[in-house]
């Protein structure tokens, strides 16, 4: 059976990552300096892996982040499907109105099973569950791809590792996620194994 090397990194760090502001699909903004940086530090330490497809969101900081990789002529594809959860009215939203206080109320609920509560005018992670499938089984059917990228969003993309080792969402806070955090996950159907989880030694340089 063909193997799959499935490379799943979070976008590097942006001017509200930076300030913990809440930074849902609502909120495009582009890299900082910083995440300039680690997007260029994963790129040095990767550039040699024969990458058959990129995905991304649609987002700047999902592209920009692997930029680089677009530039060396990697088949890229932008997904609507791949952008971050929708924290509604309170996306973007400075912290001296309290974004953060309420999204840990939020994410307690989501660890207590309630994975159907969303913010106000926003996403729940069973409703961004039902959004990707698709994109996961296209991404399983396709058996030309033998290395695959795909950088997008904190929250997104513990619901994706969730969704490919079909855990219930309620344990998705089981995988971490940092700016520029990859994850390799290797894929002989019918089985996932994590390679790296999280792991941020290309920014030790």
């Not at 509200?16 to 300039?36: E, F, M, R, T």
């Not at 550039?47 to 995905?55: A, Q, S, V």
């Not at 005018?121 to 089984?137: D, L, M």
Request: proline content about 4%.
């Amino acid at each position: 059976m063909k193997e799959k090397t499935i490379y799943i990194v979070r976008h590097g760090e942006t001017d509200n990552n930076a300030c913990h502001i809440l930074q849902g699909s609502g909120v495009d903004l582009p890299l900082n300096d910083k995440g300039l940086w680690q997007s260029k530090c994963f790129y040095e330490t990767y550039k040699d892996i024969p990458f058959t497809k990129l995905y991304t969101s649609t987002l700047k900081r999902s592209i920009q982040s692997v930029e680089l990789f677009i530039k060396q002529g990697i088949p890229h594809e932008a997904c609507a499907q791949l952008v971050e959860i929708s924290y509604g009215i309170y996306d973007g939203v400075a912290s001296s109105s309290d974004p953060v206080g309420t999204y840990n109320k939020l994410t307690r609920e989501w660890k207590e099973g309630k994975i159907d509560i969303k913010m106000p005018e926003g996403e729940s992670p069973i409703e961004v569950s039902a959004r990707i499938k698709p994109f996961v089984e296209r991404l399983m059917s396709n058996l030309s791809d033998d290395y695959i990228l795909i950088c997008i969003h904190g929250r997104i993309m513990r619901i994706l590792l969730a969704t490919l080792f079909e855990l219930d969402l309620v344990n998705m806070n089981l995988f971490d996620h940092s700016n520029m955090g990859l994850y390799v996950v290797k894929y002989r159907s019918p089985f996932f194994c994590i390679e790296k989880f999280n792991d941020l030694t290309h920014l030790q340089a």
